[in-house]
């Protein structure tokens, strides 16, 4: 270490309390240069760019994949006179059994959780696990607590997706609003699978639809107007009552991601959507 310091001393002119100084110095120069680029390195590495585009697709919060035992009844909570066959199906019902309820209710409106039992093919025990989820909203008549409107013997007469304004107003308590709003909302589902949707027209009283009921009725060989779930725009999906815009854009992100959408267990994947309420849009979606 002398001779370093005698050597400064004679090259540079430095004294000796200089040169020492300088030796305490040179490292800790020496360092700071190496540091910052190190340090400029490491936080590139940890804090990496992410395109807006994959920011969307990466918010979408996943549930695991479908297992192998997804064929198994999934019970949620469902209103008989209003779910659809793929729920029923979907709730553990035989498709005969789904069918032979369809049936039933289109002329006896469903008021007891017990009138299951009246189905032939009906389990017992199956009816018993379904119990806690049967859930049948209580229904004003006309506005009179009291009064119930019994069902009429008569067949009805008029196919629900066909009929017009003047079919529609021949019922007690719809006007020309109201039949022009039942009309409009048959065109924005793509028609009536059910002539239980009747209860989801605005201002429509559930004592006129009992009333609509007895007269109107959906085919069975009635095909929905549908949506390409794997090609349809945004506008397209976000705009069907069972969608709505931001399922809408889930969906179509979710595709983007994933590549084409096969069936509805994909769409439960989507755990941003309501899937209860999106349940309700399988007879309007084409998958294929």
């Known amino acids: 270490m002398a001779n370093w310091q005698t050597w400064w001393r004679n090259v540079f002119g430095f004294s000796q309390s200089e040169s020492r100084a300088l030796l305490i110095l040179l490292p800790l120069l020496a360092f700071i240069i190496v540091a910052v680029p190190i340090y400029q390195f490491w936080m590139v590495r940890s804090t990496p760019v992410t395109p807006p585009s994959i920011t969307l697709l990466d918010s979408l919060r996943l549930e695991p994949r479908v297992s192998a035992d997804a064929g198994k009844s999934q019970f949620f909570k469902f209103d008989p006179n209003t779910a659809t066959r793929e729920e029923l199906i979907e709730l553990g019902f035989k498709s005969f059994l789904a ?3 369809i049936r039933y209710r289109e002329k006896n409106p469903i008021e007891q959780k017990e009138e299951l039992l009246k189905l032939y093919g009906m389990n017992e025990s199956f009816y018993r696990q379904l119990e806690p989820f049967i859930d049948i909203p ?8 009291h009064r119930q409107i019994k069902p009429s013997n008569s067949k009805p007469i008029y196919d629900l997706n066909t009929a017009d304004t003047v079919q529609l107003k021949s019922i007690y308590g719809v006007g020309p609003k109201l039949s022009q709003r039942i009309i409009n909302y048959r065109e924005k589902l793509g028609g009536y699978v059910s002539t239980n949707q009747l209860y989801e027209v605005y201002g429509l009283d559930s ?3 009992d009333l609509l009921k007895m007269k109107f009725f959906v085919s069975p060989d009635f095909v929905p107007r549908k949506i390409p779930i794997n090609s349809a725009p945004e506008k397209n999906l976000s705009q ?7 399922p809408g854009r889930l969906i179509i992100a979710y595709r983007f991601q994933h590549g084409a959408i096969k069936d509805w267990t994909q769409l439960k994947e989507i755990r941003a959507v309501d899937t209860v309420k999106l349940r309700r849009a399988l007879p309007y979606l084409e998958f294929e």
Do not use: I, M, N, S
């Not at 209580?138 to 607590?145: Q, S, V």
């Not at 069907?240 to 931001?246: A, D, E, M, N, Q």
């Open 207 to 209: 004592g006129v639809v």
């Open 240 to 246: 069907h009552p069972y969608v709505g815009l931001v």
């Open 99 to 101: 069918d032979r309820l």
């Open 138 to 145: 209580k229904r004003e008549t006309l506005g009179y607590a």
